[in-house]
């Protein structure tokens, strides 16, 4: 998994939910993503860790092309990303996304901001979305501000009641870009028993995170970019206890001295 | 005051003109507006060169040349109106540009964020203009549009130019009888007054009603 090269263009979909084959991106002169590969299996957690302007937010923006590439190739199950348009939209409302600063619809209610993807892109009927949403407010432990306006709540519960919104599309695949960074510290354990309780679903999710408990206790893999590349892939435990390359080394020893 | 009274009919008549234009014009500038904002901002850059060749060419042309172009030059091809209802579309399409810009201004107050996640749960482009950032643009914008359509009221008054006769052509009729300008030009400047302060105060109101809470 470490640095592979670009796989040539005969390979066809692979079984895996998320593929991305040897993207580059950048922004302008700068060269964000650098031949990036990342497989995440059906049901599998890979959170991806980082220092801050490794491309790790980049890497999941590009995953439902709120980030364009530049080249390679990226596959949600099984599926070509579509460029942008009505098959890309039909196809981000299988990749649910939470964002770091929560991005609730400010002028929508809760349970609106919930049930807005239900109904206007499943063009499920009102009712139903009304009680799908209900019951995941419920699930994130916010059943009770549902008539609020998301200024009105905390910060924790504006994220709990972003992560149903995204539930609400019930994707194949969530991706978390830092979920837990503009919150309070006490909070960011509520948010986080919430992220818990989607692994054991079973969602898959890619979570790009600053939290080495999450990492080490939820994920199947960790993925350790640096310079816009992933330079290291491993399961948890021997990520953290016997990491092989210098610079992970150096940054588990800056994240986990204090 | 005498003069006013005794022509009551006329004035008044020419207030409710004045009336049905702000509150037609209004309207249609408010939707022509949002309708050109939305091209404006569109990936497609057809629309959007268009939508800004459009808010140029209004911005940049007097009313009343306006006025005065559509009201001799469309006959001309072959295209004719009442001359309320062309002073009306005139006014709409020459509005509608101020209103752009101003719904414009407010689109860039919506955090980019809010556009993603509408994106991302899987909403199209017009979908997440018009459910998501739309609403929060104008909710930002209703002072501006209020100060737009103050003008608009202020501005009706170039179609007396062009032989409609509102509250400023009405008021002139009757001071060519009467001799009396400052009661006559007093009281329709009152009326102006009256209809501005109105437009003022709802747009207050409605600021208020929409604001989002933060």
Same mark, same amino acid.
């Given at each position: 998994m470490n640095r592979t090269p670009p796989i040539p263009d005969t390979a066809g979909p692979s079984p895996a939910m998320v593929d991305v084959r040897g993207i580059n991106k950048y922004f302008g002169e700068n060269h964000?993503? $650098?031949?990036v590969n990342l497989t995440v299996a059906p049901s599998e957690v890979v959170v991806v860790l980082g220092p #801050? =302007? #490794? +491309?790790k937010s980049t890497l999941c923006r590009c995953i439902n092309r709120l980030e364009t590439i530049q080249s390679g190739e990226i596959y949600i199950d099984g599926q070509p990303l579509p460029t942008e348009g009505r098959a890309l939209a039909r196809l981000r409302s299988d990749v649910g996304m939470v964002f770091q600063s929560f991005? &609730?619809? /400010?002028? $929508? #209610?809760v349970i609106d901001n919930v049930r807005m993807g239900p109904i206007k892109? $499943?063009? *499920? /009927?009102k009712t139903e979305a009304t009680e799908l949403a209900e019951s995941l407010l419920d699930k994130v432990g916010i /059943?009770?501000? =549902?008539?609020?306006?998301? +200024?009105?709540?905390s910060g924790g519960q504006q994220q709990r009641a972003a992560i149903a919104r995204a539930l609400a599309m019930q994707p194949k695949v969530l991706l978390f870009?830092?979920?837990? #960074? /503009?919150?309070?510290p006490e909070m960011v354990s509520e948010v986080l028993d919430v992220m818990n309780s989607l692994v054991a679903d079973g969602m898959t999710m890619v979570v790009v995170t600053h939290e080495m408990g999450f990492a080490r206790h939820a994920a199947d893999s960790v993925a350790f970019m640096d310079e816009g590349q992933i330079v290291e892939m491993a399961p948890p435990g021997e990520f953290f206890d016997s990491a092989r390359s210098d610079r992970a080394r150096a940054f588990l020893s800056k994240v986990l001295s204090h | 005051m005498n003069v006013l009274l005794d022509n009551w009919r006329p004035l008044v008549d020419g207030l409710l003109t004045t009336l049905w234009i702000t509150l037609v014009g209004g309207v249609g500038a408010i939707v022509v507006g949002v309708l050109v904002t939305a091209a404006r901002v569109s990936p497609v850059k057809v629309l959007s060169g268009l939508a800004f060749c459009y808010v140029q060419f209004f911005m940049n042309v007097p009313l009343l040349a306006l006025l005065v172009l559509f009201v001799f030059a469309l006959p001309e091809v072959? &295209?004719? *109106?009442?001359l309320l209802t062309t002073a009306i579309v005139v006014i709409i399409l020459y509005e509608a540009a101020y209103v752009a810009e101003a719904v414009r201004s407010g689109i860039n107050t919506v955090s980019l964020g809010q556009a993603e996640a509408a994106r991302a749960i899987g909403l199209t482009f017009l979908q997440s203009l018009r459910l998501v950032v739309l609403p929060q643009a104008l909710r930002s914008v209703v002072q501006p549009v209020g100060n737009v359509m103050i003008a608009l009221a202020m501005n009706t008054s170039l179609a007396a130019a062009v032989g409609v006769v509102e509250l400023t052509a009405a008021a002139q009729k009757v001071n060519l009888v009467s001799a009396q300008p400052i009661q006559v030009f007093v009281g329709a400047g009152i009326g102006y007054m009256a209809l501005a302060l109105a437009i003022g105060l709802s747009t207050g109101v409605v600021e208020r009603k929409v604001a989002i809470v933060r």
């Open positions: 964000v993503l $650098r031949d #801050s =302007g #490794s +491309g991005n &609730l619809f /400010a002028h $929508r #209610s892109v $499943r063009k *499920m /009927a /059943a009770d501000k =549902g008539n609020q306006f998301p +200024g009105e709540l870009d830092e979920p837990t #960074s /503009a919150l309070d | 072959g &295209l004719i *109106m009442p």
